[in-house]
């Protein structure tokens, strides 16, 4: 299958990163959120950071402008008629995106396929709530989309063998190296990942150690290149305890128990970056620990 046009459903942080590399790649991109003031700040979000590559010669102004002219907002499902395939980038809720999906698949061509950039939810249900299920895949970027290689590539249960084929060319399209994760709780990387973060969180609540002494540690003392409390304000805690979430009910052992402070957190709103707030105050010069 030659993909065309790639519809791009939620413009926040995943979504417009993803739209960007569609752009990039020489796609027709339709970018759709709830607003028009959400896809209107995705579109800017994608002209600031395509800047940032010009800038730093990792691409040429002749490629953004290029890009830039294929992307374009979607006003409605509708705008998704023609498209190839569309791509779900909304919030890591399963309510949110089936009610997504319900309203999606009437508007699309009987062979367009759908993929769902969740990290943590079963394709197998996400696929049940459509109407094609054979032609539903999971595709689970890495934030930021722009930067980052790896692409997780999930099939569910009904996955036929031709979406499976196209969706790894798609990506490979893209200048995305492909993983493939069987469809359980989180996958691959977040099953790995967001543990050692909960872990991190539960090590800051029985005060082994600060904010800024866990980072350091893991920072000079594991060689990664950021802390883990800093990287759960970086993919936000809401997503972090949703993951959890998803692991503790889908696995039920306690051992992926959400930590009970990530939980406070999220519940006074602080989720990182996003807000300002999480485990770090951003709202000065430079980030200050919150505890």
Known sequence: MNFRKVGVIGAGQMGNGIAHVCALAGYEVALYDVSRERIEA???????????QVSSERITVEQRDKALELLGPAESMESFEDADIVIES?????????????ELCPHLREDALIATNT???SITRLAASTDRPER???MHFMNPVPVMELVELVRGIATDDPTFDAIQVFASSLGKKVANAEDFPAFIVNRILLPMINE??????EGVGSVESIDKAMKLGANHPMGPLQLADFIGLDT????????YDGLA??????????????????????????FYDYR???????R
């Open 253 to 278: 052992d306690s051992k992926y128990r959400p930590c009970p402070l990530l939980v406070k957190y999220v519940e006074a709103g602080w989720l990182g970056r996003k807000t300002q707030r999480g």
């Open 136 to 138: 539903f895949m999971g």
């Open 119 to 121: 990290s943590s939810i």
């Open 90 to 102: 909304a919030t890591e809720n399963e309510e949110v995106k089936r009610k997504i999906f319900s």
């Open 240 to 247: 972090c305890l949703s993951i959890m979430q998803v692991l």
């Open 200 to 205: 991190a969180v539960y090590t800051l609540y």
């Open 42 to 52: 995705g579109l800017a979000t994608i002209d600031g950071n395509m800047a940032r």
């Open 284 to 290: 000065g010069e430079k980030p200050v620990p919150t």
